[in-house]
């Protein structure tokens, strides 16, 4: 049976591990809380590409042909920087491991280059963003993406990332960056300045980088979700089991105290005899 000074010790570690849980769940959500505003804004702004991707589809997507068929296709996994997020970044790797076409892979995540070298993958390079990636650094994989398809070492690219739903619901998917169904809409007549191959050639590029951009933002705003509701769960938990061992504690307490009781007035009622 725990005694009252080990149950102490107990609650002593569980309220480290409170506050511990307690400040990592508030910086998550202010962490949340911006990246989620980010996406927010960022959505509209990407959404407005994808309307004249819409129209000029076949156009766009010939800026960046294949030049060499049978070269194997660019896997681009995006996980997170940190751990205790949950499962978020376990199911990215279970889901990519069971995609059976097989090519190279670019790393992005720290979470993702160390998943790859301790099971002795090679990988082409590994990219790590910050928390709040901004699109200077993913400019940077993109740039190195299309060296890769103008050099003919890769025929497509796919990116394997953990698409956001809510905050509860980030589920893998594997999708290909230059090609890619997003509906139809109403073509409108446009005039190109200074020339129409200018023109769609410059806003490919931005097309396409401001799509990479988001499934990165998709997947830091997925990774700061998984770690609030992880942290959220984590304090709860400790809450809990505090408050059980806190009863406990003084239900020992309570006990010795009475048996203690008796023992005195045991003692009285024998000298009483006496």
Known sequence: MPTVQSLKKK??????????????????TVKFAK????YAEYEKYAGEYLNLYRNYRSEFNSVFP??????????????????????FNTELFSFFSNIEEKGIIISCGKKAAEYFERKGIETEKNFVFE?????????????Y????MAEGKISSVKTVYPKYTNMIKQKPICRDLF?????????????F???????????????????????????????????LTTMRSAYDTACEYSAKLETEMNRKRQSQVTADVIEISSEFSMKGDI
């Open 11 to 28: 609650l002593n570690t569980i309220h480290s591990t409170t506050k511990l849980t307690r400040a990592m769940k508030t910086a998550s």
């Open 35 to 38: 990246i989620s505003g980010i």
């Open 66 to 87: 294949c030049t060499n068929p049978d070269a194997p296709c660019c896997f681009v996994v995006i996980a997170s920087n940190r751990g205790m997020c949950g499962s």
């Open 131 to 143: 928390d709040m990636p901004s699109q200077k650094q993913v400019k940077e994989l993109f740039e």
């Open 145 to 148: 993406i299309c060296t890769l």
């Open 179 to 191: 090609t890619f169904d997003e509906g139809k809409t109403e073509a409108k007549e446009l005039v």
């Open 193 to 227: 300045v200074p020339d129409r191959d200018t023109v769609i050639k410059n806003t490919a590029e931005k097309i396409f980088l401001s799509v990479l951009y988001k499934r990165v933002l998709e997947t830091a705003l997925g990774a700061q979700a998984a770690t």
